[in-house]
């Protein structure tokens, strides 16, 4: 994947213009942020790009051929949409291996060694269901990005997470940047936006209200 382009996107949903004549191009080898407050379009937008649902009208173009039409669905795809939701019973490894044994694309040691870049232990035998929702939320960073997908998402990763996870997801996000995958991540909270993106995109009403580029500190302050 080199390019993903939205060309006038609007959703309508229920009446309600949720996307409203969006239009944006994003890279691969490089980290896009979201940032609005909540309803601003920033999940919404994440499910188009997805191929998550459709555009109302206008289009989205993953290297020149169009969601919904010649392609149903990006090629090579992680994400994380708002709450991560595994299987109870499962360990964190366990729930990474049963996903894993899809597509067959990773091996065991390559899990165990994603567990540990976001800070849980593999061995760990706690099921899921005991996890707090800071454990939830790495695992399911991990999730999104345990495959190398060319395009990883990521609805607001920093959710639950203390200073070191944080971190941690920066780390992750330029290590997923170093080997050319486009990385696109929202957050209501700019300042941990402009720490973390090359880009950053600012959404009101389902529009760009702002484009913002590296280094942010004069626009946002």
Known sequence: METIECKDVTKIIKKNKVIDHLSLTLHAGQIYGLQGINGSGKTMLMRLISGLIYPTSGSIFIDGE????????????????????????????????????IKRLVNDD????????????????????KYSLGMKQRLGIAAAYMENPDLVILDE??????????????????????????????????????????EIFVLEDGHVKAHLFAPFEEEAS
């Open 66 to 101: 169009e969601l919904g039409k010649r392609l149903a669905f990006p090629k090579s795809l992680g994400l994380l949409l708002e709450n991560p939701a595994f299987l109870d019973p499962y360990t964190g490894f366990q729930n990474l291996h049963q996903l894993a044994s």
């Open 157 to 198: 990763p920093t959710n639950a997470l203390d200073t070191d996870g944080i971190e941690l997801v920066k780390k992750i996000l330029q290590a997923q940047k170093a080997r050319g995958a486009l990385v696109l991540i929202s957050c209501h909270d700019l300042e941990i936006l402009r720490h973390m993106s090359d």
């Open 110 to 129: 390559h899990l165990r060694e994603v567990l540990r870049e976001v800070g849980l232990n593999p061995d760990d035998r706690r099921p899921y269901r």
